[in-house]
C-alpha cells in the first residue's frame, strides 16, 4: 500500500475514532440520586443508599461533527479535504525529492566508476604508449551530463 493511502486511511480511522468515542462518551448514562436527608448527587452510578434515583437524559453533544449545523458540517468536511490534499501534495513533494536524491547518487556513482577506460576505448600510439579514443571522451561527458542534470532535478525539487 502506498504511504499516501496508508497516511489518509489512518487519519480517516484516527477522526473516526475520536467521533465514536465523543459519541460514546456522551451517551453516558447519568444518573440523580435523592439522598434521604434531600442531598441530590449527580453521577455515572447511581449512589448506594439513595432514597430515589433517576436517569438524566443528556442533551445532545454541541461538539464534533454531530453538534454542527449542515453548512458547519460542509465547511468542516471541506476543510478536511483541503487539508488532505495538502498533506498528499506534501507526500508527493517528499517522494519526489529523496527519488531526486538517488538519481543524483547513482549519477555520481556512475561517473566515479566510469573514470576508467572500457576496452576498446584506448589507441596505441607508434612511438609506443597510448591515448584515449573519442569514445571514452564521449562517455565521460555523457556522465558529466547525467551528474549535471540530477543536481538541477535535485535543486527543483528543494524549490530552489
Not at 460542509?74 to 513533494?93: C, H, L, M, S, T
Not at 561517473?111 to 565521460?140: C, F, M, N, V
Amino acid at each position: 500500500m502506498e504511504p499516501l493511502v496508508k497516511t489518509v486511511l489512518f487519519r480517516a480511522l484516527a477522526v473516526g475514532l475520536a467521533f465514536g468515542v465523543a459519541n460514546a462518551a456522551a451517551q453516558q448514562p447519568v444518573f440523580k440520586s435523592t439522598m434521604p436527608d434531600g442531598k441530590v448527587i449527580y453521577g455515572e452510578k447511581p449512589e448506594p443508599g439513595a432514597k430515589r434515583i433517576d436517569k438524566v437524559e443528556t442533551p445532545p453533544p454541541k461538539s464534533g461533527i454531530s453538534g454542527l449545523t449542515p453548512e458547519e458540517k460542509q465547511r468542516a468536511e471541506d476543510a478536511a479535504k483541503q487539508r488532505a490534499a495538502a498533506n498528499a501534495g506534501a507526500d508527493k513533494k517528499g517522494r519526489d525529492l529523496d527519488e531526486a536524491r538517488k538519481q543524483l547518487k547513482a549519477a555520481e556513482v556512475a561517473r566515479d566508476t566510469g573514470k576508467e577506460p572500457l576496452p576498446g576505448e584506448r589507441i596505441g600510439l607508434a612511438g609506443g604508449g597510448s591515448r584515449l579514443t573519442d569514445e571514452y571522451h564521449l562517455r565521460q561527458k555523457k556522465l558529466d551530463n547525467d551528474v549535471e542534470f540530477a543536481r538541477k532535478r535535485l535543486s527543483a525539487a528543494e524549490g530552489r
